[in-house]
Each structure stands twice: as C-alpha cells, then as structure tokens.
C-alpha cells in the first residue's frame, strides 16, 4: 500500500483524499436520513481516513476506530484524525474485546482477506445489536 501511495502522483492522491471525504459525506447523509445516527463507527481498512472524516461531518460526536496491519495508515488515523486505532486483520478482532460499534465499515478490504466468514462472524460480534 505504501508503495503504491509513493508512486501516486501528488495531485492523483489529493484528489483521493477529496473523492473519499465526498464519499464519506455522502454516505452519512444517506444514513441520517435513514434515521440512523451513529455514536460510534469502526472502520477496517481506513486507509487515508477521510471516509470517516466525511461521516464525522454529518455525525461530529461519533467517535471512529480503525484497525489495520499498517503501522503507517495506524499513525496516521490517530495522528491527523484523532481515531482510535488498533493493530490487527479484520479475520482476527481480540483486541478489541468486548467493544461493540453502531457502525462497522469494510470498504475495500474483502480482497485482502483469506477468511470471509470469519470477517463476517467478527463484523456481527461487535455490531452494536440495539440500534439496529
């Protein structure tokens, strides 16, 4: 993933960042006006995290947490977006514990994973069961 951020030309990645904060945007305001309003979003993959940063546009108190093997993409989350982060493969989630979310985002990251049922198993255990 690095080397493929380095090998974007410059002006390609900001317009990435941009596209994924519109898609973001985007994708709260879909959900808001579902009537749905989530206090907290795990996403796994973030990549930039600007998805997110889109949705907190819509929702500013939601709380996101991101997981991913990318110590870089970890750094960045918490350092530019104030995102909770945690080390791991969204097949193996111990280390979030107990914690449950209202919202789980897996934007592409399906191709990168060798166990889809146990994603899905995962994303079900700690989907936050009461708003939904």
Known sequence: ML????NTPEIEQERNLVRNYRRGILFGSQVKRKGFHPETILELGPGSGYFC?????I???CRITVVDI???VLRNNKDIHGSATFKGTPENLELLGMMQFDLIIARDILEHVTDISKVTENVVKHLNKINY
């Open 53 to 57: 940063v889109g949705i907190q546009g």
């Open 70 to 72: 990318v110590d870089d």
């Open 3 to 6: 080397e493929e951020i380095i």
């Open 59 to 61: 929702f500013p108190d």
